[in-house]
């Protein structure tokens, strides 16, 4: 069942976040359904109620000009009715008003990203406002962003890594003004797998003053990767080439969400799963070249990948609570 991000976020809020999770092909679309309804190796795998998600699927730019995008959409729909317990939510990451207007449009999407946040104040204001009241016309949420992420790095001064978090009488200004359902906020990430250089995590001093200025309203968190470990070291060590890198450490993704950061934009770990995967499998089988054989293990990987995330998160085991308060239907 495809749902708007707001209905997501109204069950969600000060409780437990809604994982956003970005996808380019089949045998991520394929992991993220099963983990999300706590399955595992196959779709006729028992779901597990304790296990099992709302979430948020989502589609960049770059996502939708790989291929085509009706590729991705006719997946997304394909998945919908395979999977018919999921809820989630389609959304439209990092969009132009162009693409937020293709999407709107195209009658699929249920919320749409328009990112004008490296345009000036009041600009992005004007922008974002035009895309919210073409969505709001046809029931659809819009996300938008205020602030600069950046690589905040450990050895520039406090003052210059603040510089670039979201102001926060700005938020309450902008968010009045944009008629935005919800805000993405500069509070210390970035995107990518180089995030922090030693152990600095979010701004959780500048979250709860956006909080106190904004209670209620569903706050967003970019760049929210935790990039583990355990997954740059297997791709290190079957061939690649990453850096140490670190992320948002997942401890923190709960005190977040009890403050209003309702939405978690995920990415790059779930590249790095699939790296790792696809790497050893063909370092262990040089033999092989079929794209089913590091598929499955990846879409094994990814699902399970996802259901622990979600455990992270405590959008896991939310489901049916979800799907009561949306439908009216009993738990
Ligand atoms: O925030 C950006 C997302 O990680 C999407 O990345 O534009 O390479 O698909 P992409
Ligand atoms: P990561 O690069 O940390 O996964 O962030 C993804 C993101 O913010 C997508 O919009
Ligand atoms: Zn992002």
Redesign the pocket.
């Known amino acids: 069942m495809i749902v708007t991000t707001k209905e997501l976020f109204q069950q969600a809020y000060g409780k437990y976040a809604v994982g956003?999770y970005?996808i380019n092909n089949l045998e991520q679309t394929v992991g993220l359904f099963r983990g999300n309804l706590g399955q595992k190796n196959s779709n006729d795998d028992p779901i597990d109620a304790r296990r099992s998600a709302p979430f948020i699927i989502?589609l960049?730019r770059g996502a939708r000009g790989y291929t085509d995008k009706r590729f991705l959409e006719a997946m997304i729909r394909a998945a919908e009715e395979i999977f018919p317990q999921a809820i989630f939510a389609v959304h439209l990451?990092?969009g132009t008003e162009e693409a937020a207007y293709d999407c709107i449009d195209s009658g699929f999407y249920s919320s749409v990203?328009i990112d004008a946040s490296h345009d000036p104040f009041d600009k992005n204001i004007e922008i974002t406002r035009r895309v919210a009241e073409r969505a709001h016309d046809k029931g659809i949420s819009v996300e938008a962003e205020l602030g600069m992420?950046g690589g905040v790095e450990e050895d520039i001064a406090v003052d210059a890594a603040n510089a670039c978090l979201t102001d926060p009488d700005q938020a309450v200004e902008f968010v009045e003004r944009s008629q935005c359902d919800s805000l993405?906020v500069a509070i210390g990430?970035?995107?990518?797998?180089y995030?922090f250089t030693g152990s600095q995590g979010l701004h959780f001093d500048r979250i709860t003053e956006i909080q106190h200025r904004l209670p209620g309203f569903p706050l967003v968190?970019?760049?929210?990767?935790s990039?583990p470990k355990e997954w740059v070291d297997r791709i290190n060590k079957s061939g690649g080439k990453l850096g140490s890198a670190s992320?948002?450490p997942e401890d923190q993704y709960l005190p977040a969400a009890r403050l209003g950061v309702t939405k978690v934009?995920?990415?790059?770990?779930?590249?790095l799963v699939w790296c790792a995967v696809y790497r050893e499998t063909f370092r262990d089988k040089p033999e092989d070249f079929d794209p089913r054989t590091p598929g499955k293990p990846f879409m094994a990987a990814y699902a399970d990948y996802i259901a622990h995330k979600n455990q992270k998160l405590g959008s896991a085991g939310q489901l049916e609570n979800v799907r009561a308060a949306l439908t009216g239907q009993p738990v």
């Open positions: 956003a970005n989502q960049s990451d990092h990203m992420l993405a990430t970035s995107h990518g797998a995030k968190m970019h760049g929210s990767s990039v992320g948002v934009n995920i990415d790059t770990d779930g590249r």
